[in-house]
């Protein structure tokens, strides 16, 4: 209840602000954290024997939380996915809006359609005990009031 006035306060407050004051009390990137969600069945469709088809194509999901007063648009998303070598590129495109002090944060899935190349090597990296890591690289674009904010990381898994 004391979050949510505190968080409905510090919102009308950052909306009142002009944007180049708001960036230098606010610091947009330090208050979002994006976060991998390993799923068994995180890998679709050809490569799950419990849904084969034609086109065999890889989901991985996140969470964005947003610790910010005010709500942020996830612009894009731009991934860069290695099991164990370079394995694909990809892109959330679809605009999303992160509401703020939201618990479990906003989820958004990631959908990518693999060649055989690609199906091959991420069956050998699933199958093998060789220890190798899922390293998932991202670049991040959100919009606020405060402006465009860029985020990049790295995601780094031993075993899903």
Not at 37 to 59: H, T, W
């Amino acid at each position: 209840m004391h979050e949510t006035v505190l968080y409905s306060l510090l919102e009308k407050m950052a909306a009142r602000l002009p944007g180049f004051i708001g960036r230098r009390i606010f610091h947009v990137e330090k208050h979002v954290e994006i976060e991998f969600v390993p799923d068994k069945d995180y890998i679709l469709s050809g490569l799950n024997e419990q849904a084969p088809s034609q086109v065999p194509f890889l989901r991985l999901n996140f969470k964005i939380r947003n610790s910010n007063p005010f709500t942020i648009t996830l612009d894009r998303l731009l991934l860069e996915v290695w099991f164990g070598q370079p394995t694909l590129r990809g892109a959330i495109l679809e605009r999303c809006a992160i509401l703020p002090g939201k618990p479990g944060g906003q989820d958004i899935a990631f959908h990518c359609a693999v060649t055989d190349a690609q199906k091959q090597q991420i069956e050998h990296f699933l199958s093998s005990d060789s220890g190798g890591q899922l390293y998932i690289y991202y670049t991040a674009y959100f919009e606020s009031k405060m402006g465009l904010t860029k985020i990049s990381g790295t995601i780094t898994r031993s075993r899903l």
